[in-house]
């Protein structure tokens, strides 16, 4: 059985007084993909955000490898962390630069820095792009280059907003299959948000159900695919309960 390298505790998020949010309890297993599924303003993102220390829970706690996440500085949390978003938020420079923008803040030596980011521009199928302006690239191309800068730092944590949501269907399929190649290679921890079913059950070892803020069930993919809890997640995962 895998251990946990995250866990959350009664996590609430209230906005003008109202709760969006919340997630008595759930455990991310270290090594393997968990999908946090729901449709648009389930909580999805808002979950994300506040693992990733960008959102401020109402209450709650965030543990990271059994340690209380808020004990140490946002800066050193965050530099454990890898996350993709929805939008590829690229800066207008090489490829290259891109992917190397969070090893150079880290004062990583140029050299290890070369070597790691060519690594992961082969591995995602863009070495070719290397020199390329960011600016000039595809939906699926600058996708992958928010990728490679995300494992290039090799994160405990990868955190994935919808990364697939933007593009259009072939290019989707293609690079929703590298992915999940990489995944499975690395065994990165990986929390994965996404409104598709398919994406979910391609990627995740682990589900978790949001429904307007609520978690409502969580466990074993097949399992929660094949028995969901109440007609309401049934109707979501297009099953009979």
């Known amino acids: 059985m895998p251990t946990d390298l995250l866990e959350i505790r009664d996590l609430q998020m209230q906005r003008g007084g109202k709760p969006v949010l919340h997630i008595p309890a759930l455990k991310i297993p270290q090594g393997q993909?968990?999908?946090?599924?729901?449709?648009?303003?389930?909580?999805?993102?808002?979950?994300?955000?506040?693992?990733?220390?960008?959102?401020?829970?109402?209450?709650?706690?965030?543990?990271?490898?059994?340690?209380?996440?808020h004990h140490e500085s946002d800066?050193?949390?965050?530099?454990?962390?890898?996350?993709?978003?929805?939008?590829?938020?690229?800066?207008?420079?090489?490829?290259?630069?891109?992917?190397?923008?969070?090893?150079?803040?880290r004062g990583t030596p140029h050299s290890e820095m070369t070597r790691r980011a060519d690594a992961w521009l082969a591995k995602l199928g863009i070495a070719h792009l290397r020199k390329r302006r960011a600016t000039t690239l595809s939906g699926g191309e600058a996708q992958r280059v928010?990728?490679?800068?995300?494992?290039?730092?090799?994160?405990?944590?990868?955190?994935?907003?919808?990364?697939?949501?933007?593009?259009?269907?072939?290019t989707r399929a293609r690079l929703l299959g590298d992915l999940r190649i990489l995944l499975a290679e690395t065994r990165t921890t990986t929390l994965f948000v996404t409104h598709d079913m398919?994406?979910?059950q391609?990627?995740?070892?682990?589900?978790?159900?949001?429904?307007?803020?609520?978690?409502?069930?969580?466990?074993?993919?097949?399992?929660?695919?094949?028995?969901?809890?109440?007609?309401?997640?049934a109707e979501l995962l297009g099953r009979a309960t």
């Open 202 to 233: 391609q990627l995740a070892a682990q589900v978790a159900i949001l429904l307007e803020g609520r978690l409502r069930q969580v466990g074993e993919a097949r399992q929660v695919f094949n028995h969901p809890a109440d007609p309401q997640v």
């Open 75 to 105: 800066t050193s949390f965050r530099r454990r962390i890898g996350l993709v978003m929805q939008a590829p938020l690229l800066l207008d420079a090489s490829v290259f630069d891109n992917v190397i923008t969070g090893l150079r803040f």
């Open 198 to 200: 398919t994406e979910a």
């Open 146 to 170: 928010s990728l490679a800068r995300a494992f290039v730092l090799e994160p405990e944590l990868l955190l994935l907003d919808e990364p697939f949501s933007g593009l259009d269907a072939p």
């Open 33 to 69: 993909v968990t999908a946090i599924l729901g449709p648009n303003g389930s909580g999805k993102s808002t979950l994300l955000l506040s693992v990733a220390r960008l959102l401020r829970p109402s209450s709650g706690e965030i543990l990271f490898n059994g340690q209380a996440a």
